[in-house]
């Protein structure tokens, strides 16, 4: 695996970490330009940057953006392992969290018990905060094996930052947009088009048929409540679809955040709150 010093030094956010809030500074009037994402890309500094809406358990604000789950890359330290879970802290370059993965199956111990202090993880998990301290609660933990994954990781936390401050410049230069073509709100009302609405459109409509069809299936509330998830074998079965075009699909779904594996590389659940 790689050394601490060599993630400091290759990281391009070390240093000051990325500032999120130094880059279009957030307003009442546009705090919330986009609906909550699926799983968004974070580095612990712009977690730690991050505001809340409310009390500890309302939603965190990255970037104008409600975030609810995350994916964070860095190296593992101070693990502490018990019967009911594993706690560890992670640093990517920017800052630390505490990350918590309940120990639910026997399958996760196994997982679990391969993390060590100074290995590199990809965690995805959901936001909270617990006696005033920013924590992850994790439902994947895995190896990074590939460095170019944590650099590809800073690229994905560039790429969301700026794509959000440019939309929260414009909304905070739009002028009115009332007599813009209306679009369908999910009241059936009708409301001005803007580009939150295209963007909102986009990934909740963008997606191909068979892909939206294997989506459908995961967020089924019986599926949802499953804590293994879902076999990808199952999918196939239950769609009458071979195996290899399940797997395109799950693989397509999971960049979209839409998706994540659970107990192993076969096994998905859908991110809820979507």
Not at 30 to 36: G, L, Q, Y
Not at 109 to 118: Q, Y
Not at 186 to 211: E, R, V, W
């Amino acid at each position: 695996m790689f050394s601490s010093s060599q993630f400091e030094d290759s990281s391009p956010l070390a240093g000051g970490g990325f500032m999120s809030s130094q880059l279009g500074g957030s307003t009442p009037s546009s705090a919330r330009i986009r609906d909550m994402q699926g799983l968004v890309p974070a580095t612990v500094k712009q977690i730690s940057e991050a505001s809340q809406s409310g009390d500890e358990k309302s939603s965190f604000i990255i970037d104008g953006v409600d975030v609810a789950n995350v994916t964070v890359v860095g190296m593992v330290f101070n693990k502490n392992s018990r019967s009911s879970d594993v706690r560890f802290h992670l640093d990517d370059g920017t800052g630390r969290i505490e990350c918590i993965r309940w120990v639910t199956e026997r399958l996760d111990t196994g997982d679990l018990d391969a993390l060590e202090d100074g290995t590199y993880v990809r965690v995805n998990g959901h936001l909270q905060t617990f006696q005033s301290k920013r924590q992850l609660n994790a439902f994947s933990v895995r190896l990074v094996t590939n460095f170019d994954e944590v650099t590809c990781h800073y690229l994905e936390c560039i790429h969301f930052h700026l794509q959000n401050s440019k939309v929260q410049s414009k909304a905070d230069e739009a002028p009115d947009l009332s007599f813009s073509t209306p679009v369908r709100g999910a009241s059936n009302g009708h409301h001005p088009a803007s580009t939150n609405d295209f963007s909102m459109q986009y990934n909740a409509d963008g997606l191909k048929s068979f892909d939206k069809l294997v989506l459908n299936y995961l967020q089924q509330p019986s599926n949802i409540d499953r804590e293994m998830g879902i076999h990808v074998d199952e999918l196939s079965q239950q769609l009458k679809s071979p195996l290899e075009k399940i797997k395109d699909a799950i693989e397509f779904l999971e960049r979209e955040g839409l998706v994540y594996s659970s107990i192993d590389d076969y096994h998905y659940k859908a991110v809820e709150g979507l």
